[in-house]
T-cell receptor, first 111, second 113 residues
Framework: GEDVEQSLFLSVREGDSSVINCTYT??????LYWYKQEPGAGLQLLTY?????DMKQDQRLTVLLNKKDKHLSLRIADTQTGDSAIYFC???????????FGKGTTLSVSS | DVKVTQSSRYLVKRTGEKVFLECVQD?????MFWYRQDPGLGLRLIYF???????EKGDIPEGYSVSREKKERFSLILESASTNQTSMYLC????????????FGPGTRLTVL
């Protein structure tokens, strides 16, 4: 299909790990991104991965990229209530064009 | 830090009114974008611009127009607002090369009565 796909909801307990999955469509996408949107706010870039990498770690965040399956995941270790937000996966298909976003995964963290 | 600002956080208009949503970025980015965000539909691209006075239709341009007279400013215009244009509107900018990261404004929540 043409869409970037994500599951819509994820619910975890505080302290657990969260894994948000995404499938993208264009194998030539150069960069893949994770954005975070807190309630009532715009989107902020959380992390990104270049397409020639398999994994990127940044503090509590781990991004895994499987190019063969066009699958991207975001793992948040030791999830906190402040991590509750909508997480968007996005791909950059062509230079100069808009990023293509998934519909977003709403992460709910309970204490 | 890149800053993208939008003229209003909340806006209430009546059906048929002409509505202007303004967006300004301070990092000399070539590319600017307008999206609308609706529950369950994610972000949908309305229009984008890759240079002054240049514009391209996105996925849902109907009922909207845009203006980019200066590099830093990208305006979204609703010529005659309708209730189905009630939504969150997000502006973004991006430089034309490199990491291609898009920087977003805080959003304008528009309600059309």
């Amino acid at each position: 299909g043409e869409d970037v796909e994500q599951s819509l909801f994820l619910s975890v307990r505080e302290g657990d790990s969260s894994v948000i999955n995404c499938t993208y469509t264009d194998s030539s996408s150069t960069y893949l991104y994770w954005y975070k949107q807190e309630p009532g706010a715009g989107l902020q870039l959380l992390t990104y991965i270049f397409s020639n990498m398999d994994m990127k770690q940044d503090q509590r965040l781990t991004v895994l990229l499987n190019k063969k399956d066009k699958h991207l995941s975001l793992r948040i270790a030791d999830t906190q209530t402040g991590d509750s937000a909508i997480y968007f996966c996005a791909e950059s298909r062509q230079a100069g064009t808009a990023l293509i976003f998934g519909k977003g995964t709403t992460l709910s963290v309970s204490s | 830090d890149v800053k993208v600002t939008q003229s209003s956080r909340y806006l209430v208009k009546r059906t048929g009114e002409k509505v202007f949503l303004e967006c300004v970025q301070d990092m000399d980015h070539e590319n600017m974008f307008w999206y609308r965000q609706d529950p369950g539909l994610g972000l949908r691209l309305i229009y984008f611009s890759y240079d002054v006075k240049m514009k391209e239709k996105g996925d849902i341009p109907e009922g909207y127009s845009v203006s980019r007279e200066k590099k830093e400013r990208f305006s979204l215009i609703l010529e005659s607002a309708s209730t189905n244009q009630t939504s969150m509107y997000l502006c973004a900018s991006r430089e034309g090369t490199g990491r291609n990261e898009q920087f977003f404004g805080p959003g304008t929540r528009l309600t059309v009565l």
